[in-house]
């Protein structure tokens, strides 16, 4: 598995998302991460589903969309209509993620199940075949540009608990060059950064998106040959 950059939009220009994914897209990135958050599950509030419709067009790559919210099951729909590729719910959101993961499914989605920093590993063990991506959070999830909580042995774990199902492992929350090798090197292949990749950068300047996550690039692939 190659490592995947997905920089998420919470950094990005709130008054043109358009132009900000268009250009993240255009300087290397790999997927575009939309962070849904209700003001419930998570203390604060972004994007619902007319949102992410409006980005979908602008996106070449692949949409992950990462829910923060409680209830999912009812919104699951809604953000299949909004083109979602991926669809992220958390196994902290309510007492049924296992429904929740084959609703997803069942709506033609790809099941990605997040972790809160506090939830072991261990959580998942019967979910699975249901996923196709486990994304550890590396932050209380809410804000972007938080510091960064080590779960290496966290990832270590789930890759081996993941065996040979085509799995990934997502990480977000104060990931850059400096966080991003030990996670790669325990197995984490998809990368979501905020705050790393907009930094310095604007749609008029959008190299320097280019340069934030070539370095993330190169930090993680080298953990990971080396490991
Ligand atoms: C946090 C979000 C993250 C956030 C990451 O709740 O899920 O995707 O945008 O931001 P950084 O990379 O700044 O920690
Ligand atoms: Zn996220």
Redesign the pocket.
Known sequence: MTIKIAP?I??ADFANFGAEIRAIEAQGADWV?V?V?DGHF?PNLTFGPPAVKAFRPHVTTVMDV?L?IAPVDPYIGAYAEAGADILTAHLEAGPHIHRTLQAIRGAGMKAGLALNPGTPAEAAEHLLDLCDLVCV?T?N??????SFLDMTAKVRRLRQMIGDRPVHIEI????DPGTAPRLAAAGADVL?????VFRGGSVDSPEVYGRNIAAIRAAASSARAAA
């Open positions: 998420s919470l950094s991460h962070d958050m998570v990462h923060m959070m932050v999830p809410g804000f972007g540009g938080q977000d929350g104060g990931v979501v950064a905020g705050s790393a």
